[in-house]
């Protein structure tokens, strides 16, 4: 990973769950709605599918704050960890390639069944890529690369600079995208601070072959839904 490249971070401490990232996501990549139904959850749509490309996660945990009634909203946004050796791109050569100006993963219109030798959501440790019948094709969040391109031209930008489209929605700032070396080091210093401020718990939690999107979790990642 080079530290030019894009990354992104997602402090689940300033998520409200509003999802205003998955409704800017879907207008930005031009998806249809997707007709759901309620299942005891506010979690909507229920998962990832060729139509979200990305879903927050609500997971309701048991707490010792009884200001919070002893119980909590966890909030995690899901999507494509971006991994710096992609599984799914040795499972799909020609259909995924990763973006040598921002390092984002990206598949392209020969990431099709026939192509690819095994489902992609198999061979994604985090069974991300969903099938797009519309498309015919995989698809899953591209980090808005082409919105950081240096060709890109009339794009909306967030303090002087390109972001993502989820990002640019994000009414508490939670996410935060800029180069690997801008990240990280955001990212070490949020941590410092929710330490400090009655979250002992708190961690960075990213991908296991050092991912493009890193999160700041307040809770061990298992109370997420997530593997530690």
Known sequence: MKANE?????????C????????????????????TVFTGSYQNPP???GKNLTVVKFQEVETDDKDK????????KN???????????????????????????????KATKENCRIPLEEACPYNVPRYSEDLGRYVKCDLCYDRFKSSAKGITKR??????????????????????????????KRLELLKNDGHPNASLYTDYSAG?????????????????
């Open 6 to 14: 894009i990354m992104m971070f997602i402090d689940t401490s300033k």
């Open 16 to 35: 409200i769950g509003c999802k205003g990232c998955q409704v800017a996501c879907k207008q930005w990549h031009k998806l249809e709605a997707e007709e």
């Open 47 to 49: 998962d990832l599918s």
């Open 69 to 76: 009634g002893n119980l909590e909203f966890l909030f995690f």
């Open 79 to 109: 999507q494509c960890r971006h991994c710096d050796k992609p599984r799914c791109k040795e499972a799909c050569p020609e259909g995924v390639e990763i973006d040598a100006e921002t390092g984002a993963v990206i598949f392209n219109e």
């Open 159 to 188: 303090n002087g600079k390109p972001t993502t489209a989820c990002e640019l929605t994000c009414p508490t700032g939670a996410i935060v995208t800029g180069t690997v070396k801008e990240i990280i080091k955001l990212a070490q």
């Open 212 to 228: 493009h999107v890193i999160w700041l979790l307040t809770e061990p990642p298992e109370k997420y839904g997530l593997p530690k």
